[in-house]
């Protein structure tokens, strides 16, 4: 059906950078709202940022100013950059993408996760 898939995570020091890329595949019709939501441990999954297809973004108060996010439609990707990384920024990050598919059912897809690591 529709693959997620993730890259970019690592291990980066406090006040650095780093970038997330996702990429969509497979039966999509219509990709609507992509976004990004982190996991910490012992932690739900929460929002980091989204993005419509026509651009409009939305961020946690966390990141905001810190953190943004794009996307390109023709390629359904999107990516999160990440500047003044802090400790606490430390977690798994999923993409997430709100599609349409051939049957015409709107199902949210999720990746399978990647680490970002920023050491106190």
């Known amino acids: 059906q529709v693959q997620v898939v993730e890259s970019g995570g690592g291990l980066v020091q406090p006040g650095g950078s780093l970038t997330l890329s996702c990429a969509a595949s497979g039966s999509i019709v219509i990709m609507y709202d992509m976004g990004w939501y982190r996991q910490g441990p012992g932690t739900q999954r929460d929002l980091v940022a989204t993005i419509t297809r026509g651009g409009t973004t939305n961020y946690a108060d966390s990141v905001k100013g810190r953190f943004t996010i794009s996307r390109d439609n023709a390629k359904n990707a999107v990516s999160l950059q990440m500047n003044s990384l802090k400790p606490e920024d430390t977690a798994v990050y999923y993409c997430?993408?709100?599609?349409?598919?051939?049957?015409?059912?709107?199902?949210?897809?999720w990746g399978q996760g990647t680490q970002v690591t920023v050491p106190s």
């Open positions: 997430s993408a709100d599609v349409v598919i051939p049957s015409r059912a709107r199902i949210n897809f």
